[in-house]
DNA sequence: CGAGTGATTGACTTAGATCAATGACCGTGG
DNA sequence: CCACGGTCATTGATCTAAGTCAATCACTCG
């Protein structure tokens, strides 16, 4: 999912860098699109603003995340971006992309085929949401997270970040973890986790 | 997004109809894949079963919804997909489909502007999940949900379908909706609301 | 060394889930 | 035609799991 080694050297080669002060904008609602953006580093939320003022998040990209794949078949933005920290973006040109396209076919399938698995994981995600409770919760993650063996889960960043990621404080994270390793169903070692069975 | 109306003749000509009683596989883990399905009626889901059994779900797809446009660009299937109420689906072969990227990159280039839109909607949808207070949940749906005039929302569908949609029970769905219009937040109409100012 | 972050646990609160009941409406089949 | 079963909308009472606030310890980095 990493974006900028999937792209041809004509695309990488014309990548532009660009800074944001926090709070700055990255794009404007009704400006003309330019390209997919990367955020390097920093936060950059995407938000739609209603008349009275009112933001509502759209997307929040951090370092890493991929930016406005959609606005390559729109001419204009449909939101703002602004940046919710000190941020530092990469712009892979619209017009090269779309030339690129044309050019190689093989490089826009690959193109579709990474969308269409964003669209998968995101599904994922997002059924993920509709468990209510913690430890199920927790359990579909390890589930669907397990490595090779099909029991082992590799842990990517804090539990901090994976808290926001299933959608719960990290303080009801921890315990929900201590209470599978109480109850034996799960084992931890670090940033390992061993699925041992379900209780 | 419904599916059928963007593909070439030649494409939904080659469909196929397939009825599946309640819990018969539509196809399994390790099989190779077939095409991209097209839920006509009632629900299949699809899941991760690990070696114990358990089940973990991927996605739940609907009337209307697509399934599995991912594995175009996959050999096998990397999980099942089980119907959960007697279903029918739709099959768009993927041979077909592959060759008509080739042929017409018109169209390759819509399915993938189609994927595009799917992430940035599935992005928002994700977005507002991590929203904890049902009230403001409704709020963001309402705001990225408002008409041309930027304040009437139409309900698609019953209130039970957008309290599942938010991930919140239909009986907490009311009564935040009740708050609102007593607070004079919105107004409603049958399946219209009107968003008036924000408390 | 001190500031900052992550991990962890305890105590307490609350918003949302759950259970329950009611009325409106709609289609349908006798 | 009307009774019935089903679904939707709505509200009340109650419960509980998750959120919130707070404190501690370990660790790292400049």
Partial sequence: MAIADSLPPA??????IRTLRSGENLFRQGEPTVGIYEVVSGVV???RIDREGNEAVVHVARGGDALGEATLFTPIYHCDTIATTRATVRLYPKALLLSEFKRDPKFAEGYAAMLARQVMTLRTRLERRNIRSARDRVRHYLV???GRDGCTVQLPGTLIELAAELGLTH???YRTLARMAADGEIERNGSVIKVKRVV
Same sequence: chains 1, 2.
């Avoid at 695309?11 to 532009?16: K, L, P, R, W």
């Fill in 144 to 146: 669907l997270s397990a």
């Fill in 171 to 173: 303080e009801v994270l």
């Fill in 45 to 47: 939320r995407m938000v």
């Fill in 11 to 16: 695309v990488s080669n014309a990548m532009t």
